[in-house]
């Protein structure tokens, strides 16, 4: 039997003070004692006033300030406002708020600027499809200078919920199902928003970021918006909380309130997740904000039964303020003053409101995110549209290529083009699209016309036209209209090659957009098999794009080529020309499972082994965990991502550090050993041994061999994007240390045990399987 001995290596609690390298040139006395002394200096009304936010919305002529108005502003009765955006009308809001209120606090405008403001880059599961986080972190960065611009001090991302469940249509805001690759994900996108440092966070050019939706809330049950997450601590501590604590530690200022309840409390209300673990145990000192009418939303989750109680739990719990709904301005004065709410829990609560307006450099200069001329001048400049297309290409991912059918070849005489989303600008801008325009937006048909000026490329849309308000563009979205199947069947007859674009219309993705069937939409697999048919051995190239895993084992039987080209925002069109014509070779790996059909989710490939796996040596035939209808495994896994040139990866050699002060301990594949102060090197080689340029991304997975809690099959641990020439070989490696390999422990806290680890390295999760290594964890 196993001798179980903690080495009881718990990640370390943070300070109450931020890291110190993140504060490095910003007077965090002087941030105090200013806070303060303005706090001395309010009312119970003009406190609970900055704890509240409004909306605006869009006018005949632009934003306007539409709840409350300018009255409340004057007041002190506002301390922030979502969806009022523009140079002039923030600066006319602003000019209120710092010269006819009483003393003068500036308002934090808010936005969604999810994956881009004016230039739209893809959604964010697309881009975590890159695997690149220079690339993610710039596009973060376009989005930020874009909002600044536009007069806006804050974002409502990144979105760092893990998403299992391919169901649930906000699955495409976040980075997929892993949380390492999450957190890696979480990092890049606070970094490109508000940029490495404290002191640089008042620049005009950056967004105070919002990590969201703390927590569970992708863990939605049966992937339907807004339901019941039921997870476990361990889970939680363990798969969902690590990007959250990820975005803290890269300087996160501010975190947003989940909808879901855990365990029977909702998390708007969930005192233990905002006090206990995110000031208690990670030190942070920004303001967490409710999501839209979540404080509202304690009362039918039915534990509140009128809106002052609700506003109290939400308060007492630390979630500062309060998105729309105004019960902390309206219900929460009584309180205060009865004692029921005490007073310093207030005071709290609007000195961390106050700490994030300095940092952002509001009392410095409130106007300095309101120049037109500066405006003007970014928003959608062509630099930023260069930036976008090149991002845009990084995320395709080519999922099969049987017969190497792409790249397609540019001197076709004809090639159709069969799909209403290969025209559909708005659709391609994808979920959450900022303040995008869809004239702006290139779709893939027009992008293909111009990429290919002497092929004659022809058009069917094949399936309805998306329009109309939002059910009736869900209805088209999903109709069983097979009226221009006809139309699409002759074009694929008398073409030299088919370009078939299928998948969702973005009104099928993002908030409470969730689907109970992931299969293709509609009747888009029965023109496909009419289409394919039709095409008989000429090129067919199918394009997807959509916001999801879908479940694709009819169609995959069927589609000799598939490209992953999801919503790819304003360049998306000239990015899929890229990728499809072979001027760019992809490289894009899923960071999401995609299974053969819906009935497998939730999916993901950090699975339990259950002490009945199928996937063992010996396994029975009936009595294991798995289907009688379809195959346990996933169509394509995580991680999965082809490329038009070849790639070979060596077995992983190690090179063990037994302590910190120690030589190398053992080089080889098997038998190292290392203490709970050593390391080991993991190093592979890599080399491209096909003809054309080429990108890999070569993935670092581990498995612990036994240990007090059952461990995963595999678990992500790093990653690395090689570009090699034709021909060219590099060596890569991958440090692991004690740290890497904790769990969350039998006695509630992080741990690692000693024992045998296995280290698999490939070019997605499935492929690492097959390159392994062993070492040993031991006790000193």
């Known amino acids: 039997m196993r001798l179980i001995f903690l080495l009881a290596l718990l990640l370390p609690v943070a300070s109450a003070q931020p890291d110190a390298s993140f504060t490095a040139g910003y007077d965090l006395d002087a941030e105090a004692a200013f806070v303060d002394d303005l706090l001395s200096r309010m009312t119970l009304a003009e406190k609970l006033g900055q704890l509240t936010q409004y909306t605006g919305q869009w006018a005949v002529t632009g934003p306007a300030v539409t709840q409350g108005g300018e009255d409340v502003i004057r007041s002190g009765g506002v301390g922030s406002f979502l969806n009022v955006y523009g140079a002039e009308a923030t600066r006319r809001a602003q000019e209120v708020a710092v010269n006819e209120s009483r003393l003068g606090i500036p308002l934090i405008f808010g936005h969604d600027v999810i994956h881009g403001f004016r230039t739209i880059f893809p959604v964010p599961l697309a881009e975590a499809a890159s695997w690149n986080l220079d690339a993610v972190e710039l596009a973060a960065r376009v989005g930020a200078r874009e909002g600044a611009a536009a007069g ?80 476990s601590e361990r889970t939680l501590r363990e798969v969902v909380l690590p990007p959250f604590r990820a975005a803290v530690d890269a300087g996160a200022q501010t975190l947003m309130s989940a909808f879901n309840e855990i365990g029977g409390v909702p998390a708007t209300g969930d005192r233990a997740l905002f006090t206990d673990v995110l000031r208690g145990e990670w030190g942070f000192d920004g303001f967490v904000i409710a999501d839209y009418t979540a404080v509202r939303e ?14 109290r739990r939400a308060l007492v719990a630390g979630v500062d303020m309060s998105m729309v709904d105004g019960i902390y301005t309206n219900d929460l004065p009584a309180l205060v003053e009865s004692g029921a709410l005490p007073l310093p829990v207030v005071d709290e609560a609007v000195r961390r409101v106050l700490r994030v307006k300095r940092r952002a450099g509001l009392f410095e200069d409130p106007f300095r995110y309101s120049d037109p001329a500066r405006e003007e001048a970014v928003l959608f400049s062509d630099a930023h549209r260069a930036i976008a297309r090149d991002v845009a290409r990084q995320s395709v991912v080519l999922l099969k290529n049987d017969g190497d059918v792409l790249p397609l070849a ?15 600008s708005t659709s391609a801008m994808g979920s959450w699209a900022g303040a995008g325009r869809w004239p702006e937006t290139t779709p893939i048909l027009p992008a293909l016309r111009a990429a290919m000026p002497d092929t004659d490329v022809r058009y069917a849309p094949g399936y309805p036209v998306v329009k109309g308000n939002f059910l009736q563009m869900v209805d088209l979205a999903l109709s069983m209209d097979t009226s221009g199947h006809d139309d699409a069947v002759r074009l694929a007859e008398t073409s030299d090659a088919v370009v078939l674009v299928l998948g969702e219309h973005r009104e099928l993705t993002g908030e409470a957009a969730s689907r109970a069937d992931t299969r293709l939409p509609g009747a888009q697999l029965e023109l496909a098999r009419r289409v394919i048919a039709a095409a008989g051995d000429k090129p067919v190239a199918v394009l997807l794009t959509n916001g999801r895993p879908l479940a694709l084992d009819d169609l995959d039987a069927i589609a000799p080529s598939i490209l992953e080209v999801w919503h790819l925002g304003s360049e998306m069109g000239p990015a899929v020309a890229d990728v499809l014509l072979g001027f760019h070779n992809p490289a894009g790996k899923l960071p999401v499972t995609f299974p053969r059909v819906t009935g497998q989710e939730p999916l993901y490939y950090n699975r339990k082994r259950t002490g009945r796996p199928h996937d063992v040596p010996g396994a029975s035939d009936k009595y294991v965990s798995r289907y009688l209808d379809t195959t346990v495994e996933p169509l394509y896994p995580f991680g999965h991502g ?71 099959v595999q678990e992500l641990k790093g990653f690395e994007r ?18 890497d390999l904790q769990f969350w422990g039998m006695d509630g806290a992080w741990t690692v045990e000693p024992g045998g680890f296995t280290v698999m390295v490939g070019g997605s999760s499935a492929d690492a399987m097959t390159r392994t290594a062993r070492f040993e964890l031991v006790s000193e």
Request: hydrophobic share 40%.
């Open 152 to 231: 806006l001090h804050w974002t409502f991302a990144p979105m760092v919920d893990i998403a299992r469940d391919g169901r649930w249509g906000r699955i495409v805001e976040g980075a997929g199902e892993d949380p390492y690759l999450g957190s890696r994900m979480a990092e890049a996108r606070v970094r490109g928003f508000q940029g490495p440092t404290l002191a640089g966070l008042a620049s005009d050019t950056t967004l105070v970021a919002t990590a969201k939706h703390l927590a569970g809330y992708g863990f939605a049950e049966g992937g339907r918006d807004y339901n019941t997450a039921d997870l």
């Open 298 to 311: 304690l009362m039918p989750h039915g534990i509140a039964a009128t809106a002052a109680e609700a506003g």
């Open 410 to 424: 540019r001197d076709l005489g004809s090639v159709a083009v069969i799909g209403a989303l290969a025209a559909d």
């Open 642 to 712: 082809l490329s038009y040139t070849t790639f070979e990866i060596s077995p992983p050699r190690l090179l063990a550090f037994y302590c910190a002060e120690c030589h190398a301990d053992l080089s080889g594949a098997e038998g190292a050993r290392i203490a709970s102060d050593g390391t080991v090197q993991v190093s592979v080689d890599v080399a491209n041994t096909g003809d054309r340029a080429g990108a890999e991304v070569v993935q670092l997975y581990v498995r612990d061999e036994a240990r007090s809690v059952t461990p995963p």
């Open 722 to 739: 090689v570009e090699l020439a034709p021909g060219e070989s590099q060596r890569i490696a991958f440090t692991l240390r004690p740290e």
